[in-house]
C-alpha cells in the first residue's frame, strides 16, 4: 500500500523542481524524481518519460488516456 499518494496524479521536474500534482494543485518537492521512483511501489507508480512518474492507477481509473485518441 502506497500511503499518502493516492491523490497523487503524477511526479513531474520542472527545471531544477520536482512536483507532485494532485488535480489542478501542485507540490514542490524536496526530492529528485530518480528518489520518488525508489520510494513508491512500482505496481502504482511508472517512469514514463525522463520528467514524469505517472500514477497509472489513478490514470486509468480516470480514464483520461481517453483524450488521447
Known amino acids: 500500500m502506497c500511503v499518502g499518494c493516492e491523490g497523487i496524479s503524477y ?32 505496481d502504482r507508480f511508472m517512469r514514463v518519460s525522463k520528467s514524469v512518474i505517472l500514477n497509472i492507477i489513478s490514470h486509468i481509473s480516470n480514464r483520461r488516456w481517453e483524450r488521447h485518441f
Request: no cysteine; aromatic share 22%.
Open 11 to 42: 511526479f513531474e521536474t520542472q527545471g531544477d523542481y520536482v512536483f507532485a500534482v494532485q488535480g489542478k494543485k501542485q507540490f514542490r518537492l524536496s526530492f529528485r524524481l530518480y528518489e520518488l521512483e525508489q520510494q513508491f511501489p512500482q
